[in-house]
């Protein structure tokens, strides 16, 4: 008798314990800030710079908007020159004065596709399911020694991102992006460090590395110096350049 209330006992405490995919969702906004708060942030501004090499700085920003419409912006300056690269709504375009040209050209679809995965100033997780995605829970991992939580979470084009989450803090560590097209899969991820907490009260990663799927970086750390939530943002800024 005594063995089977042990038992029943170890499977009770089992469930108890047990974590789902929306008990992690829910630990990861609380450590962050909370969903209310979260849920009020229309836009994000990031501001800082990419480590080159020793001494060499290149200003980074990115911008973040779901209102008027989701969109990004994206630029980058370097001896006087800035890229830009920007989406609205299921449009986009970039604009490289590196390569020599001046005129901006249209993003493709598959880059557009790409780009929303990270467009979202709210991110992906917050009220999945009212944004048509699906999110599973896949376990356990060590990531250079810090215990992860590992969620996937899957978009109606069937692209995945999956989130490993510090199982200590609940911040998210990595995301890995996988992207499906016709003829191929785009596969990168981007890891976070340096957690702060804004003047808005969320807390925020002021350091970012992006990855591509071989392993290489692409270019330096980015270091954010400034974040603001919920800026005025002129809509025009994302708008197509005209030809010079």
Same mark, same amino acid.
């Given at each position: 008798?005594?063995?089977?209330?042990?038992?029943?006992?170890?499977?009770?405490?089992?469930?108890?314990?047990?974590?789902?995919?929306?008990?992690?969702?829910?630990?990861?906004?609380?450590?962050?800030?909370?969903?209310?708060?979260?849920?009020?942030?229309?836009?994000?501004?990031?501001?800082?710079?990419?480590?080159?090499?020793?001494?060499?700085?290149?200003?980074?920003?990115?911008?973040?908007?779901?209102?008027?419409?989701?969109?990004?912006?994206?630029? &980058? !300056?370097?001896?006087?020159? $800035?890229?830009?690269?920007? @989406?609205?709504?299921? *449009?986009?375009?970039?604009?490289?004065?590196?390569?020599?040209?001046?005129?901006?050209?249209?993003?493709?679809?598959?880059?557009?596709?790409?780009?929303?995965?990270?467009?979202?100033?709210?991110?992906?997780?917050?009220?999945?399911?009212?944004?048509?995605?699906?999110?599973?829970?896949?376990?356990?991992?060590?990531?250079?020694?810090?215990?992860?939580?590992?969620?996937?979470?899957?978009?109606?084009?069937?692209?995945?991102?999956?989130?490993?989450?510090?199982?200590?803090?609940?911040?998210?560590?990595?995301?890995?992006?996988?992207?499906?097209?016709?003829?191929?899969?785009?596969?990168?991820?981007?890891? &976070? !460090?340096?957690?702060?907490? $804004?003047?808005?009260?969320? @807390?925020?990663?002021? *350091?970012?590395?992006?990855?591509?799927?071989?392993?290489?970086?692409?270019?330096?750390?980015?270091?954010?110096?400034?974040?603001?939530?919920?800026?005025?943002?002129?809509?025009?800024?994302?708008?197509?350049?005209?030809?010079?």
């Amino acid at each position: 008798m005594r063995s089977t209330l042990f038992v029943l006992l170890l499977v009770a405490g089992g469930r108890l314990f047990a974590q789902t995919a929306d008990d992690i969702i829910n630990k990861h906004f609380d450590a962050i800030g909370g969903k209310e708060k979260w849920a009020r942030v229309n836009a994000i501004r990031y501001t800082g710079n990419m480590l080159l090499g020793p001494g060499m700085l290149a200003p980074v920003a990115e911008t973040q908007v779901i209102k008027p419409f989701k969109g990004a912006l994206t630029e &980058f !300056s370097w001896q006087g020159m $800035t890229s830009k690269r920007a @989406t609205r709504a299921d *449009s986009g375009w970039t604009y490289n004065p590196f390569s020599g040209k001046r005129d901006a050209d249209p993003m493709s679809p598959n880059d557009i596709r790409s780009e929303k995965l990270s467009s979202d100033p709210q991110g992906l997780l917050l009220n999945y399911k009212e944004k048509g995605y699906t999110v599973e829970y896949l376990g356990t991992d060590d990531m250079d020694g810090t215990d992860v939580l590992k969620i996937r979470l899957t978009t109606k084009d069937g692209d995945m991102v999956y989130y490993y989450i510090d199982a200590e803090t609940y911040y998210i560590l990595k995301e890995i992006r996988r992207v499906k097209l016709k003829d191929k899969e785009e596969k990168g991820y981007i890891t &976070f !460090s340096d957690f702060k907490k $804004t003047e808005f009260g969320i @807390t925020v990663p002021y *350091s970012v590395q992006s990855v591509d799927e071989n392993g290489n970086e692409q270019g330096g750390p980015i270091n954010f110096s400034k974040v603001e939530v919920n800026l005025p943002v002129d809509a025009t800024v994302f708008d197509k350049p005209k030809s010079k």
